[in-house]
Structure formats: structure tokens, C-alpha cells
């Protein structure tokens, strides 16, 4: 048992902890099993590395400011026939990350378009990506402050950082030509260096009219569209067929006005 304590020591001044706390019930199981010393280290040094893996994936999900955590086989390609769920999964493998191109959903509210940014980004921080999510009206406010107070180059780093960049929901508000210049000086810092995945309930089209300037729009659609991958989803809302099944619509629809759906 000294030698048991000895080892245990040595372990956690080497930072190895999980390792240390495993340690008995590795050497049990060992014993058990008769295994020779290098299979027992191989699996004492398992339970340390899948610990720090676990640290990792947690930490790097955290720092991602998902809305929430919703994964690739938690979506129904059944209930969305307009998405081509080899590609998707094509995309998961995160060979676009490796190329710095960019995704593009568009779709009405409700139709998955979050939910698949989401999972994209969760299979990049399993692939050592580091990932960011922000929704486009606080990106744009964010931006818009930093200019203001001078500071715009320090705070576009934060959205430079990350591998890849999530923008959520672009579209549900218009924005001044503040806006719209800082929105395309990130696109442009970005370009050819970063992956975007951004979700909208606009066209390309109607781009120029939300960013309230039409040049900027092509200048900013020039650059995500280069290297890109658009994903136009046409289907009903989740959240719209929940509540049909519940029976909150009945052969005629409730007055508009009430709860609006988000992406």
C-alpha cells in the first residue's frame, strides 16, 4: 500500500488527478484481469486523458455562448424533406472549417436553421475548433459601442479568434450603415481566414434593404458567398407543428399579434 500511496503522489504532482483517483480501481482490475503493465498503464492513462477531454469539451462549449445544446442526430431530416441530410453530415466532417468556408441557412422562422448552427458548431469544438456564437443584432450593437468609444480594433478580435464564427438571426432587425460597414469590415477580416455559419430569414435579395445600403450588401454577400455552402430550408415550424399537435390551432389560425417564433 506504501507503494500504492507513493504512486498516487506522484501522479497528482504530475497534474495527472483523475488518474490518481482511478488509481486502486486500476490496479484491482489489473490484477483481475492479469494484464501485463502495459495495457494496465495504457488504461490508467485513459481515464486521465478522457477526464481532460471531457474538461476540454465542456470549457470550449461554455465559452461558445450556445443558446442551447442541441446535436446533428437530435434533428428531424424527416420533418425538413428540403434538406439534403448527406450534405449536412458531409459539413459535420468539418472539412469546410479547414478550408475557412462559410454556411449559409436561409429558411423562415422555426424551420431548424439555430438548431443545425448549433450542432455544426458542437461536432467543430469536438474537432478542436475553437467556436463562437452571437446573435447578429448583438454582434452589430457590440461593434457599433466599440466604434463609438474607440475601440473597434480590440473588440473585432473577439469575433476573429474563434475558427469559427456562428451569426444567428440575421435579418429580424434593420440595421443603420454603422451597422452595415462593421458588419463588412468583420466579413472582410474574416475572408479566407475564418469559417462564418450564419442563419436568416431573408434572401440575398432583400439583403441591401436590412443592411439599409445596397452596395455594402453586395460588397459583404461577395465575400461570404466566394467560399460557401447555402442552405435554403422550406418547411413548417417546429414549434408551429408542437402546437397544432397540442390543439392550440384549430381550423382557423389566432390573430397575428401573438408569440413570433425564433430562428
Known sequence: MIAVEKARTYLEQLGLAQAALALEGQLEAAARKQLPYAEFLTEL?????????????????????FPYHRTLEQFDFAFQPSIDERQIKELAAMGFVAECANVIFLGPPGVGKTHLAVALGLKAIEAGYGVYMVRAHDLLEDLCRAQAEHRLDRRMRVYLAPKMLIIDEFGIWPYDRMAATALFSLVSARYEHGSIILTSNKSFAEWGEVLGDTVIATA???????HSYVINIRGESYRLREKKRAGFFG????PMGGETPSN
Not at 45 to 65: D, K, P, Q
Not at 251 to 254: D, E
Open 45 to 65: 492513462l485513459g481515464v486521465e486523458a478522457a477526464a481532460r477531454r471531457e474538461r476540454y469539451l465542456h470549457t470550449r462549449t461554455a465559452l461558445a455562448h
Open 251 to 254: 381550423a382557423v389560425l389566432p
Open 220 to 226: 459583404i454577400l461577395d465575400r461570404l458567398l466566394h
